[in-house]
């Protein structure tokens, strides 16, 4: 009886740490499409006094996630200042200042961080960005991240770049074109040894796989360590079984040690009841 109620209770614990480990990594999933609530029910209303930018918000995201990842951990390490006037400069994007004000509540919960009103998809808050806080754009002295994308590799990150689609020569000129200067005006090579350094990275990182070999891929040198979704599913399901296996380590032998007394017991009756 007592094993049963044992075994119930390790069922009922794993049963626990898999759902723990789903929510988290639900949790880690961007870009849940479910419907806005509260303010975004306006949004119909607020297409109506919509301003158009010719920037992709999306694509701009993408780029600055690039910077952040592959690009900026290196240029800290270095203690590197990015000139204002380099177009990878944290401050130039277009849509920087608002996706600071991002505020990502719980799962299924946005927030803006100017009027406090609540979405159910960051899509949502784009949209509401897009129509309600226009005004707060820099568009005198932000760029297009988005313009970018090309020297960047955006497409990778994205996924959005087929792999059968036929290796373009211009394009690809073109791209590394922008990613050598790009490299040229935000690391001058003759601006010291931390400068050579970041231009020589840039060059590695970003403007060797412009090429229709298809021998050098992006982001050779890696970039931001972050902690895989899966080996965060392995800890905490090892950190949950780990009890488990010293409680059924300490039921087994209990009984082994039960099994034990139960033979000596008899064995010590039998040798009792022999006849002398």
């Known amino acids: 009886m007592k094993k049963a109620t044992a075994i119930a209770s390790i069922l009922l614990l794993v049963s626990l740490a898999l759902q723990e480990i789903a929510y988290a990594v639900f949790l880690s999933e961007p870009n849940q499409d479910f419907e806005g609530f509260a303010g975004s029910r306006t949004l119909k209303q607020e297409q109506e006094h919509a301003h158009e930018v010719h920037c992709s918000r999306e694509r701009s995201r993408a780029a600055w996630k690039i910077i952040d990842e592959y690009l900026m951990p290196f240029v800290e390490r270095e203690d590197y200042q990015i000139s204002s006037k380099c177009r990878l400069h944290p401050n130039k994007g277009l849509f920087r200042d608002q996706e600071l004000h991002k505020i990502h509540v719980d799962i299924n919960e946005w927030r803006c961080g100017y009027c406090k009103k609540s979405f159910r998809a960051e899509k949502f808050l784009d949209q509401h960005f897009d129509n309600r806080h226009y005004n707060l754009l820099n568009v005198s002295h932000s760029k297009c991240l988005a313009d970018l994308c090309?020297?960047?590799?955006?497409?990778?990150?994205?996924?959005?770049?087929?792999?059968?689609?036929?290796?373009?020569?211009?394009?690809?000129?073109?791209?590394?074109?922008?990613?050598?200067?790009?490299?040229?005006?935000?690391?001058?090579?003759?601006?010291?040894?931390?400068?050579?350094?970041?231009?020589?990275?840039?060059?590695?990182?970003?403007?060797?796989?412009?090429?229709?070999?298809?021998?050098?891929?992006?982001?050779?040198?890696?970039?931001?360590?972050?902690?895989?979704v899966f080996y965060l599913a392995i800890a905490i399901l090892t950190l949950m079984l780990l009890p488990i296996f010293y409680l059924i380590v300490y039921l087994h032998q209990s009984e082994m040690r039960k099994n034990t007394q139960e033979l000596r017991r008899i064995s010590k009756v039998g040798q009792k009841t022999k006849p002398s």
């Open 150 to 228: 090309g020297a960047l590799h955006c497409d990778v990150v994205m996924n959005t770049k087929s792999t059968k689609t036929k290796c373009n020569p211009a394009a690809t000129a073109r791209n590394r074109h922008l990613c050598e200067s790009l490299a040229d005006s935000c690391f001058p090579a003759n601006q010291g040894p931390s400068a050579s350094r970041l231009h020589d990275l840039f060059l590695r990182q970003f403007c060797d796989a412009h090429t229709c070999s298809g021998k050098q891929k992006p982001f050779s040198k890696g970039g931001k360590k972050e902690t895989s």
